[in-house]
């Protein structure tokens, strides 16, 4: 194979698997910063969703093409017509993107874009921590209902047991008040 061969693959692959894709998430998302906090998970999400929308542009664009012409087409180098067609999305959608801001390197990202930030927790230790809340409730819930225990013994379960949803409501009410603020 020799080297203009390898470079039309190359630019062809790219075409066909990233470039729309990328230019129309940068249109829609201009807000997405791939520097700074959270970067890596933001690459991560805008190379993932490059690859889907170019591969569903690319196939959208080639039922289209294969209904709407008579004779179909022929998706080669010698016959781009797919390949001009999403070089003419992806030129599009970065002029778009360049539009709404999406390629300046000095701004920004807007609040609350970043990582989801749950005050003390983060989303996964307070659902574990809820979790964990949860089970001791159904704990202790069984002990007061199967067991047969003295007075003092069921006052402790029954103070336990208020701690359990006392904590269980403020979690909630601190999560509510988290998604309320702007």
Do not use: C, K, N
């Not at 999400?45 to 709407?68: N, W, Y």
């Not at 180098?77 to 970065?94: K, R």
């Not at 336990?160 to 979690?171: D, I, K, N, P, Y």
Request: hydrophobic share 50%.
């Amino acid at each position: 194979m020799d080297g203009l061969a390898i470079l039309e693959a190359i630019a062809g692959g790219l075409l066909l698997f990233f470039v729309p894709g990328f230019a129309l998430s940068r249109a829609v998302f201009p807000e997405w910063r791939l520097r700074g906090p959270g970067a890596a998970l933001r690459q991560l999400e805008t190379v993932t969703l490059a690859f889907v929308l170019s591969v569903t542009l690319t196939v959208l664009v080639g039922v289209a093409l294969l209904d709407g012409t008579p004779a179909g087409f022929a998706g080669a180098w010698s016959d781009p017509v797919l390949e001009g067609i999403l070089a003419g999305i992806a030129a599009v959608a970065f002029g778009v993107g360049w539009a709404r801001g999406a390629y300046r390197a000095g701004r920004a990202e807007p609040a609350g874009a970043g990582p989801l930030d749950a005050g003390e927790f983060g989303a996964w230790e307070l659902d574990r921590e809820l979790e964990d809340l949860a089970r001791q409730e159904r704990r202790i819930v069984h002990a007061l209902r199967v067991r047969s225990v003295g007075p003092p013994e069921a006052a402790a379960l029954r103070d336990e047991l208020e701690r359990v949803r006392s904590r269980q409501a403020e979690l909630g009410q601190a999560r509510e008040a988290e998604y309320a603020t702007p």
